[in-house]
Nanobody, 117 residues
């Protein structure tokens, strides 16, 4: 089992940047596919970006070219660099770990990102 804790959210102006961090504990993340999801008020949770152990990444069309996901297995950390932020990026961002083998699927508590002038 893995526990996840997000940090780095906050209030930023349109066009600004934020870097979200996800710290994992309880298990090494090298056996998990890692991802960032977000949920805006009144909307369903959606995938923002994911990264597997080999480094292959996947992004939602709405964030391609602006967001970058990365992982540091040695530090048990996952990051989401968000640039050129837009008001529509406002949401609670969640870190996710999905076991490569077995059915484990874990979530963090989320961190609020608000993009507003």
């Amino acid at each position: 089992q893995v526990q996840l804790g997000e940090s780095g959210g906050g209030l930023v102006q349109p066009g600004g940047s934020l870097r979200l961090s996800c710290a994992a504990s309880g298990s090494m993340i090298n056996t998990y596919a890692m991802g960032w999801y977000r949920q805006a008020p009144g909307k369903q949770r959606e995938l923002v970006a994911s990264i597997i152990n080999g480094g292959n990444t996947n992004y939602a069309d709405s964030v391609k070219g602006r967001f970058t996901i990365s992982r540091d297995n040695a530090k048990n950390m996952v990051y989401l660099q968000m640039n050129s932020l837009k008001p529509e990026d406002t949401a609670v961002y969640y870190c996710n770990a999905r076991a490569i083998v077995g059915g484990g699927n874990y979530w963090g508590q989320g961190t609020q990102v608000t993009v507003s002038s």
